[in-house]
Every structure is written in structure tokens, then in C-alpha cells.
């Protein structure tokens, strides 16, 4: 029944370590984002994906490479670690017009 | 550039009624949209105001004011399960792009 899901839900990790964070939505919507909430909780986009293709790409490190296997999946990979990356990673998906946003639980991610 | 202007944080007590504004400065306007967050969840989708006037669902009511670049949020019959970060949005430009404001933590009290 879970919407938007993502794994894992907590990831601790060394600073220079590469990780992935995997989304999937089952609402049919075409359109997915990745979205970056630091800890003063403010909640800024990444990436958004319609059917696919690649169509936000924020001013983000090179270090961040989303990927869509299709448009149902989006996974966020994360090349060396760095301390700054500390911070609650949400996917989202939503129908055409993206007012209407639907959130999975967070990936809450931990540089040591 | 961009930038969205909401009070930090808000108190209540429970059973009033609470206005948390939201002014915004974007290039590209379509509407201007509203979330819920509790602690440690994730975001939820509240409403979405994409022409002026205002909108109702239930207890909670948005208004847009394309004009003044100005909205908000009414929150009627508070109650404790209502405390929660709430944050305005804009969706702008292309590609269904949202940006948030920095959200107003809401504390409802007994």
C-alpha cells in the first residue's frame, strides 16, 4: 500500500564512501524528485525526473547522480562522502502539474 | 531571485484559530501550495491555491493573493495533533519545480 517508498531509511557512513538510495512509487505518476532537507529544515530540490528523462538539475555537486531505471524507480547515488552531505534525502512523485507532491519517508543520512 | 518570507514559528493554544502568512518573490508564478510536517515524517500535502480567493478543506483553509505576491494559511479548531512544521511553496517556472520556504514550526497547546 506505501506510496512513495525509499531505502534505507537511516545510513550512517565515512567521510570518501560512495552510497546509493533507492525510490519507488506506485501511484503511476510520471514525474519524480529527489529532495535534500538540512537540519535547520529547509527542504530544497535536487533532481526531477519525468518518464525517464531528466528535467531539474539544480545546483548540486557532480558527486549526486540520480538514475531512472524507469518511471516508476529513482535512485540517488553519492560518489565520496563528504561531512556537509549530512542531511534527511526525500523522494517525492507527483501527476503532471507537481503542486501536489507525494513524499516518501526520508533517508537520513550521517557523514562521520 | 527567489525567496519565501513565513514566521519561524507560531504558538497556539488548542481549539483557536492560527494565520501562518507567506510572502514569496519568484520569477515564474503558478501557484503557491502548502505542507505538513511532523517531527521525523516526511512532508504532506495540505493545499494549493493556483488562482486568488480561497480554498477549504475541512478544518484548514489556504488564501493566495496573486497581486501582493501573498498568502496563507488558516488553521481552524486547533488541536495537539496539529503541531507540526508548515511550509509554503511555490511552484514556478517549468518542470514542476516547487520551492519551499524555510517553514513555521507550530506549537499548539492545552
Given amino acids: 500500500d506505501t506510496a512513495v517508498s525509499q531505502t534505507p531509511k537511516y545510513l550512517v557512513t565515512q567521510m570518501g564512501n560512495d552510497k546509493s538510495i533507492k525510490c519507488e512509487q506506485n501511484l503511476g505518476h510520471d514525474t519524480m524528485y529527489w529532495y535534500k532537507q538540512d537540519s535547520k529544515k529547509f527542504l530544497k530540490i535536487m533532481f526531477s525526473y519525468n518518464n525517464k528523462e531528466l528535467i531539474i538539475n539544480e545546483t548540486v555537486p557532480n558527486r549526486f547522480s540520480p538514475k531512472s531505471p524507469d518511471k516508476a524507480h529513482l535512485n540517488l547515488h553519492i560518489n565520496s562522502l563528504e561531512l556537509g552531505d ?27 | 531571485g527567489q525567496s519565501l518570507e513565513q514566521p519561524s514559528e507560531v504558538t497556539a493554544v488548542e481549539g483557536a484559530i492560527v494565520q501562518i502568512n ?44 496573486r497581486s501582493d505576491s501573498y498568502g496563507y494559511l488558516l488553521l481552524q479548531e486547533l488541536q495537539m495533533k496539529d503541531s507540526a512544521s508548515y511550509f509554503c511553496a511555490v511552484l514556478s517556472g517549468g518542470y514542476n519545480k516547487l520551492i519551499f520556504g524555510a517553514g513555521t514550526r507550530l506549537a ?3
Fill in chain 2, 22 to 65: 507567506c510572502t514569496y518573490q519568484t520569477s515564474g508564478f503558478y501557484g503557491l501550495s502548502w505542507y505538513q510536517q511532523h517531527d521525523g515524517g516526511a512532508p504532506t500535502f495540505l493545499s494549493y491555491n493556483g488562482l486568488d480567493g480561497l480554498e477549504e478543506t475541512g478544518r484548514f483553509s489556504s488564501f493566495l493573493s
Fill in chain 2, 108 to 110: 499548539v497547546h492545552p
Fill in chain 1, 86 to 112: 549530512s542531511a534527511v534525502y526525500f523522494c517525492a512523485s507527483s501527476p503532471p502539474r507537481g503542486e501536489t507532491q507525494y513524499f516518501g519517508p526520508g533517508t537520513r543520512l550521517l557523514v562521520l
